[in-house]
């Protein structure tokens, strides 16, 4: 089966760095995505992993090591407009096509 | 591109009652993607399409959900009768591929559903 946590919440300061942790458990792997929601919005595509290793895109940053099932995303120079619920998903290598699995997302609140 | 296109974005109709939901993909994107998000199950596949043919339907609740694809630029997701416990919104999705890692779905607008 598949397994995705995440933390249910978090709290940060504006112009601060936060990591938003997720673990998984698969029967395969795929890549991992990292997707941003606002409130009453859309998931927007955030950042990929498929190899272990750092990926930088401006600001945010998102970490994978398929030994450990972890991931982070990293994002740096909070902005109040970064409030929103993160959600990490898997893609498992046994589904046919494009399944992914969501984590149930992590709500951050930026702080002044 | 407008991006996914879905419709109503908000409905509220009546316990017993047959809802439809609409969605036009990207155009070009081979594969279409119906989710359901709450606060209680967070985002949940129901079905995904592949040129049009349901690939993978194990994520319908049950059979009063049904969702067609007739063409490629358009699919829908049925619930009769409805009930209150139906009461979500409806992310529509497409990506241009699927069978390759790297490929990034797309979210439409959502549809919020109220069933009183």
């Known amino acids: 089966g598949q397994n995705i946590d995440q933390p249910t919440e978090m709290t940060a300061t504006e112009g601060a760095i936060v990591q938003i942790n997720c673990t998984y458990q698969?029967?395969?792997?795929?890549?991992l995505f990292w997707y941003q929601q606002h409130a009453g919005e859309a998931p927007t595509f955030l950042s990929y992993?498929?190899?272990?290793g750092l990926e930088e895109k401006g600001r945010f940053s998102s970490f994978l090591s398929r030994s450990k099932g972890y991931s982070y995303l990293l994002l740096k120079e909070l902005q109040m407009k970064d409030s929103a619920s993160y959600l990490c998903?898997?893609?498992?290598?046994?589904?046919?096509?494009?399944?992914?699995?969501f984590g149930q997302g992590t709500e951050l609140s930026v702080k002044p | 591109d407008a991006g996914v296109i879905q419709s109503p974005r908000h409905e509220v109709t009546e316990m017993g009652q047959e809802v439809t939901l609409r969605c036009k993909p990207i155009?070009?994107?081979?594969?279409l993607f119906w989710y359901r998000q709450t606060m209680m199950r967070g985002l949940e596949l129901l079905i995904y399409f592949n040129n049009n043919v349901p690939i993978d339907d194990s994520g319908m609740p049950e059979d009063r959900f049904s969702a067609k694809m007739p063409n490629a630029s358009f699919s829908t997701l049925k619930i009769q009768p409805s009930e209150p416990r139906d009461s979500a919104v409806y992310f529509c999705?497409?990506?241009?591929?699927?069978?390759?890692?790297?490929?990034?779905?797309?979210f439409g607008p959502g549809t919020r559903l109220t069933v009183l």
């Open positions: 999705a497409s990506s241009l591929r699927a069978g390759t890692s790297t490929d990034t779905q797309y």
């Open positions: 998903a898997v893609r498992d290598i046994y589904n046919q096509g494009g399944k992914l699995i």
């Open positions: 698969t029967s395969g792997f795929n890549g």
């Open positions: 155009s070009g994107h081979d594969y």
């Open positions: 992993n498929v190899l272990d």
